[in-house]
């Protein structure tokens, strides 16, 4: 049994030390980050290119601005599928809840509350999957969900206490408005890797990657 404490606030500490050292390109890939997304096209590589240069951050390795243009032509396919995928997934999942919220009957407000249950496990997923497909040799997406399915399913208290903060991160952004243009998405980004990273190093992923190279 791998233990969960105190290692996710120690998670936290190593994401905020990585935002906060690198904090000047933190900024200005931020900024940039948001510019792709007005174009809508430029949005999801734009996406990939932040966990990218985050994923390197946390191996000690400071790309800047140009790592968010490198990651983003390296994956821009791949990014491509992601977004169509959470996109449909969004779809379906706003279809049946909001159906199921207007009907007037006892048994819709069970299957609104599963959806809303679902819509949450979808969000824990997502919140390991790109820093999965980073660490991975084989870039699939299916693998990366796997993965933080699997992740989320083995270490619930780990999870919910760095998803938790990831989501508190997220509201004081949204509310303060200047946090979310200076550097709110690099700081999740930066957070995901790292809990990606110690769940790797956790469950012994680098052993056993480095006794197959041996």
């Known amino acids: 049994m791998v233990s969960e404490?105190?290692?996710?606030?120690?998670?936290?500490g190593w994401a905020l030390r990585d935002?906060?050292?690198?904090?000047?390109?933190?900024?200005?890939?931020?900024l940039l980050w948001w510019l792709c997304?007005?174009?809508v096209a430029l949005g999801p590589p734009a996406t990939f290119g932040l966990y990218y240069v985050t994923n390197q951050l946390a191996q000690g390795k400071s790309l800047g601005p140009k790592g968010l243009l490198e990651g983003g032509r390296r994956y821009f396919g791949l990014s491509w599928l992601w977004f169509l995928l959470n996109l449909a997934v969004v779809l379906v999942w706003g279809a049946n809840y909001f159906f199921y919220a207007s009907l007037d009957a006892a048994w819709a407000g069970f299957l609104q509350a599963f959806f809303l249950l679902l819509g949450l496990a979808w969000l824990l997923v997502q919140f390991y999957a790109l820093p999965y497909l980073m660490e991975?040799?084989?870039k699939q997406l299916r693998l990366a969900l796997r993965n933080g399915f699997l992740t989320a399913l083995a270490a619930p208290g780990?999870?919910?206490?760095?998803?938790?903060?990831?989501?508190?991160?997220?509201?004081?952004?949204?509310?303060t408005v200047v946090p979310l243009f200076l550097g709110g998405p690099c700081l999740l980004a930066a957070l995901a890797n790292r809990a990606v990273r110690e769940r790797m190093e956790a469950y012994g992923v680098r052993d056993r990657e480095a006794r197959r190279q041996e």
């Open 37 to 39: 997304w007005l174009t």
């Open 5 to 12: 404490w105190p290692l996710p606030l120690q998670v936290i």
């Open 158 to 175: 780990y999870t919910l206490v760095v998803a938790g903060v990831a989501a508190a991160i997220t509201v004081i952004s949204i509310s």
């Open 19 to 30: 935002w906060w050292d690198d904090w000047v390109n933190m900024a200005v890939i931020n």
């Open 136 to 138: 991975q040799e084989q």
